[in-house]
C-alpha cells in the first residue's frame, strides 16, 4: 500500500510559534517522502539543538534530537555503521554555523551520502532572538539591543570550499520548490546540504516574508511586488558538473551566485557534482566487503555468546615463543 | 631486601627521532626469543625531534609487570642520556657511550633545561664533584664500580659505510641505535641469532636496510667481544614451553576491543590514546570476514557523538582519548546516558589538567571519569590494572555498555598504554559476548515499541535504529517511554530514577571477581588498596616484604564506580593498617572509599611526578609504614 503523508505525522503536539518558517519545511520533507515512498523505518532523522530541532519528533521515522551542533557527527556515525539508513540531518544557522561550524566544514570534506538541511533564519529563535552566524553586519534584529557586530557566514560559500558536492537553496514558504529541493537532496549521491531561509516571525523582523516577497517595493506599474528571491532555473543557470573537468568554473560560478543577497536573492541548486567519490566509496576501497557486510550487519557472536571474530593472525604477528 | 638481583636492567636513551625506540623493541625481542621476560618502559617528550627520551628494559628468567629504580647497562646515543641517567647505573653495572661525547662539557647540553642543571649541580657539590667534561663525570662514576665502554660510533660507522658503499653519513648515523645494541650483547654475551631475528622483525620489510643493519649488529658486537671481553653480565637464553607474545598497552586494548567485537572507532589523535586506533586501523580488514571502521573525527566532540551515533544502530562503537579529549567529550557523554545508548570510552590517563603532561604519566582522572557530565546518570567505570587485564577488560567494556545500555569508560594509563612486556598468549576464546536485552524485527512485530518503557531493572529492550516495523526517538531533553520531549515532574522523576536503577542493577549483577581483585592474606595487618597501572610495582613490593617476613594484602580496585562498598568494608574494617597507593595529589581512589564506606585510609602513598611507580619505592614506602615509621602521608618522586 502506498504511503500517504498521515504515515510520516505523530500526535505530537508541534509548539513552533504561529506563522513558523520550520511548518513550510516540516510539510514539504513528509511530502519530499511521500513522493519517494520512503518507509519510516529506513529514514533516520538527525537534528541539533534549538527550534529546528524538534523536528524529528514531529516525523513519524526514526527521530534522534541530538545536542547543539552536534547532529552531524551523531548522523555521520549511523550513516557508516549502516549506509542503508536514509539519513537526514536538521541544524539550526546558530546550531550548524556557529557551535557546530567545525563539523559543518569537515562533513564537506568526508562525502557522506547524507542530506544536511539548514533552518536559515538569522537568529537564535529558542534563546529568544540573539543574532545568530548568518545575520549580516550591522542589521538589528528586535530583540537585540544593537547591531550585529560580526560579519555574517555565507554558508553557500563555505560549503563550496568544503567539498559539500551538492548545495541548494530553498525557501521555507515555497513549499513545492522545496520538496523538490529536498528530493533532489536526497537523491544526490554524496554530501548534500540545503539552505532554506527560514523566517522567525517571532524575532527576525527583517528578514520576514514580506521583505522576501518584496511587499515593501511594489513595481509602479503593476503595483505588485518584486520578490527578492529568484530561481536560478530560471535564468539558464545550471550548477551540475558532468565531466571532471567543468568542476572549477562551476565551482566558481556558484561562489558568485552564492554571494548574491539583498535585492536579488538566489534559490535552486548551486553545484551538484556526483563524480567525486563518496565516503561509502573510498572506504569500500580499503575494505571490499563493506556495503554488503557493514558494521551494523556484522555478527559479532556465535549462539553461545562466544566472540566470532578471529585475532589469530594478530596474535600470530606478536608472537615471541 | 632488593628487587631480585638476577634480573638485568637495560636502558637505551637518546635524542626523540635517533632510533630509541627501534633499538629496545629490538633489544626486548631479542631477549623474548631467548626465553626471558622483559618488561619496557618507555618515556619520552612532547616533541618530534632532539629532546631526550629513554627506554628501560628489565629481563628476567620470571614473568614481570614493574620497573625497579636502577639500571645495570646504560646504552647511551648521546651525551645528555649519560649525564641525564648516570646516577641510575648500579655499581658493578656499565655504560656505553660514543668516545665522541666524552668531551663534550656537561654545563653546556643545550637541550638539558636549567631546572634540571640545577639540581645535577647540588648533587654533585653534595658529593663534594666537579667535573666539567663527560668524561669528568664518567671517570668519578669508576670509582663506584660502573665501568664506562667508549665506542668509537662515527669511525665504526664510516667503516660500515665503505663496506656498502655509503657515504652519506646522515643514512649512516640511524644506525647509531643498532650499533650500540650490538656491544650491549657483545658483553652480555648473548645469542647472535636471537638479535638478528629480531632486527630482522623489525626491519623486516627492507631487505637492503636488514643486511645494513645487521652488518652494523654484527661488527659492534665482535668489537665489544674483542674490545671488552666479559664484563660480569652474562645474559643466557633458556628454554620454554610456553606460547608468548610481546606486546604494548594500547596493542592489548585494541586486540580486546575486536574480539569483543568493536566495528566502529571514532577517534581524534591524542597521546598516548592514539596508537591504539592506529593499530586498529592498520589491522581493520579482520582475518574471517567483517571490518573495524576508523574514523577519524575533526575533534573530541565529534568522536564520541559518532560512536555514539554508530551505536544507535545497533553496531559495538567506542573512542579512545585521554584527559584533554575526554574533558571536550563530556556533553555527549551526558547524551549517551540520558539515552540509554552503549558506547565504550577507553580513557588513557596522562598528567593533568589541560595539557598537562602529555607524554607522561598519571592517574588524576579517576574522580572525573566518575563524575564528567552535569546531571545524574548511570555509568561503568572499569580500570586494568596490567596489560593481560587491558585485553579482557576492553572486551568485557561492550558486555556492560550493551546490557546496562550506558557509557562505560574503560580506565586505563600511560604507564600501560607505553609499558610493553611478554606475556603469555592471550585467550581470545575467554572473550564472551553479550548483548543484553536487544531485540530485532521479530520481537516487535505487531506491537506498539517504546523505547523507554518502565521496567523492574530499569533496561528497556533495545531496538537498532533502521530495524523495519518500528520507529522511536532519541532525544537530549528528559523524555517519556515514546522518547519525546515531556518537563512533566511526575515522568522526569520517574525516568531518572529508571535510569539510576541500572546502576543498582549492574551493582547487583556483576560478580565480584569482576570488580575487585585480592592479593595475599585477607587477614592480613596491613592491606593495600589501588587502582590501574601501580599493580605491578606493589605485587613486586608484596613479595620483597614477604621475604623479609610481613604480611600484606592488596585489594586491587577494578570497578570503582559502581564501588563494592559491602566487600571493601568487610576487608578493610578487619586491618589496622589501611594504606592507599595511587598516582595522584588528592589520593582518588581513597576519598571515593570513604564517601561509600565512611572507611579512612591511614596511609597514603602518592606520586605525581609523571613517571610510574617503580617496585622499589613503593617496597621502601611500604616498609617506612610497616615500620611505624611512615608519615601518614608519603609522596614518592622516582623515575627520570
Known sequence: MALKIADYKTQVFNDWCPGCGNFGILTSLQMALVDMQLAPSR???????????????????????????????????????????????????????????????????????????????????????????????????????????????????????????????????????????????????????????????????????????????????TGKPVPRLYKLEDTGYDGVVRKPEEALVKTAAAFAKAY??????????????????????????????????????????????????????LLEELKVT | MDTKKSDFIWMAGGPQGSGVDSSANIFARACCYGGLHVYGKREYSSNIKGLHSYFQIRVSTEKVEAMVDRVDLLCTFDAESVVRHIWEVTPGGGIICDTGVLETKIFSIPTLPPSFLEEFRKNLDEKGLHPETVNDLLSELKKN?????????????????????????????????????????????????????????????????????????????????????????????????????????????????????????????ITPAADESEYLEEKQVLENGGAIIVMQTEDEIAAITMATGAALTGVRSATS??????????????????????????????????????????????????????????????????????????????????????????????????????????????????????????????????????????????????????????????????????????????????????????????????KIKFFGDEDAPAIIVSWGSPKG??????????????????????MPHPLPKEYITKVLGKTSKKIDIEGNYSGQLAGIIREKTGILMDYFVLKWNGRPMSSDEVYNALLRILQNKAQVRQVLNGGS
Open chain 2, 145 to 269: 664500580d660502573v665501568r664506562i665502554y667508549a665506542v668509537p660510533y662515527l669511525e665504526m660507522l664510516k667503516e660500515i659505510g665503505k663496506e656498502v658503499g655509503e657515504e652519506q653519513l646522515s643514512k649512516l648515523t640511524r644506525m647509531i641505535n643498532v650499533l650500540t645494541l650490538g656491544v650491549s650483547f657483545g658483553l652480555v654475551n648473548y645469542d647472535k641469532k636471537n638479535v638478528e631475528k629480531a632486527i630482522n622483525n623489525i626491519f623486516g620489510k627492507k631487505p637492503s636496510i636488514v643486511s645494513m643493519n645487521l652488518l652494523a649488529f654484527n661488527k659492534a658486537y665482535d668489537h665489544a667481544r674483542e674490545k671488552f671481553g666479559d664484563t660480569g653480565f652474562k645474559l643466557n637464553t633458556i628454554k620454554t614451553d610456553e606460547e608468548r607474545i610481546f606486546l604494548q598497552g594500547t596493542q592489548a586494548v585494541a586486540l580486546g576491543k575486536l574480539a569483543g567485537g568493536c566495528r566502529i572507532q571514532a577517534y581524534y589523535p
Open chain 1, 43 to 221: 529514514v533516520a532523522i538527525f537534528s541539533g539543538i534549538g527550534c529546528h530541532a524538534k523536528i524529528p519528533h514531529f516525523m513519524n521515522t526514526y527521530g534522534i534530537h541530538t545536542l547543539h551542533g552536534r547532529a552531524l557527527p551523531f548522523a555521520i556515525g549511523a550513516k557508516l555503521a549502516d549506509p542503508g539508513l536514509e539519513v537526514i540531518v536538521h541544524g539550526g544557522d546558530g546550531d550548524g554555523l556557529g557551535i557546530g561550524a567545525g563539523h559543518f566544514v569537515n562533513t564537506g570534506r568526508r562525502n557522506m551520502d547524507m542530506t544536511y538541511i539548514i533552518h536559515d533564519n538569522g537568529v537564535y529563535g529558542l534563546t529568544k532572538g540573539q543574532p545568530s552566524p548568518t545575520l549580516k553586519l550591522g542589521v538589528k534584529t528586535k530583540a537585540n539591543p544593537k547591531p550585529n557586530i560580526n560579519e555574517g557566514i555565507n554558508p553557500i560559500a563555505l560549503a563550496l570550499a568544503t567539498g559539500y558536492t551538492f548545495i541548494a537553496r530553498s525557501y521555507c514558504y515555497d513549499v513545492a520548490h522545496l520538496k523538490e529541493t529536498i528530493k533532489k537532496a536526497i537523491n544526490h549521491k554524496g554530501m548534500a546540504l540545503v539552505i532554506v531561509q527560514q523566517c522567525c516571525p517571532t524575532y527576525n523582523d527583517i528578514n520576514t516574508k514580506d521583505w522576501y516577497g518584496g511587499e515593501d517595493r511594489k513595481d509602479p506599474a
Open chain 2, 321 to 514: 582519548t585521554s584527559g584533554p579529549g575526554f574533558s571536550l567529550m563530556v556533553e555527549g557523554l551526558g547524551w549517551a546516558g540520558i539515552n540509554e545508548v552503549p558506547v565504550v570510552i577507553n580513557y588513557y590517563q596522562r598528567g593533568a589538567p589541560a595539557t598537562g603532561l602529555p607524554t607522561r604519566h598519571g592517574q588524576d582522572d579517576l574522580r572525573f571519569a566518575i563524575h564528567a557530565s552535569h546531571g545524574e546518570f548511570p555509568r561503568i567505570v572499569l580500570c586494568s590494572g596490567d596489560i593481560e587485564e587491558c585485553f579482557y577488560d576492553a572486551a568485557q567494556a561492550f558486555n556492560y555498555a550493551e546490557r546496562y545500555q550506558t557509557p562505560v569508560i574503560h580506565l586505563i594509563d600511560k604507564a600501560l598504554a607505553n609499558s610493553n612486556m611478554s606475556c603469555k598468549m592471550l585467550d581470545p576464546r575467554l572473550v564472551i559476548i553479550e548483548r543484553g536485552e536487544l531485540l530485532n524485527e521479530a520481537d516487535i512485530s505487531g506491537k506498539n515499541y517504546r523505547r523507554f518503557d518502565f521496567t523492574d531493572t530499569g533496561i528497556s529492550p533495545r531496538l537498532p535504529i533502521g530495524t523495519p516495523g518500528a520507529v522511536f526517538w532519541n532525544t537530549g531533553d528528559e523524555h517519556s517511554e515514546t522518547g519525546h520531549i515531556t518537563e512533566e515532574p511526575m515522568m522526569r522523576t520517574r525516568m531518572l530514577e529508571k535510569r539510576m536503577k541500572k546502576l543498582d542493577t549492574a551493582d547487583r549483577e556483576i560478580p565480584l571477581g569482576e
Open chain 2, 537 to 558: 610495582a606493589i605485587l613486586e613490593a608484596m613479595e620483597m616484604l614477604k621475604n623479609d617476613g610481613y604480611r600484606t594484602g592488596f585489594l586491587q580496585v577494578r
Open chain 1, 260 to 313: 548574491e543577497w539583498g535585492d536579488r536573492i538566489p534559490t535552486g541548486v548551486f553545484y551538484q557534482n556526483e563524480l567525486v567519490s563518496t565516503y561509502q566509496e573510498r572506504i569500500s576501497q580499503r575494505i571490499a566487503d563493506y556495503l554488503k557486510m557493514p558494521p551494523a550487519k556484522q555478527v559479532i557472536a556465535d549462539r553461545e555468546g562466544k566472540s566470532a571474530t578471529s585475532i589469530t593472525r
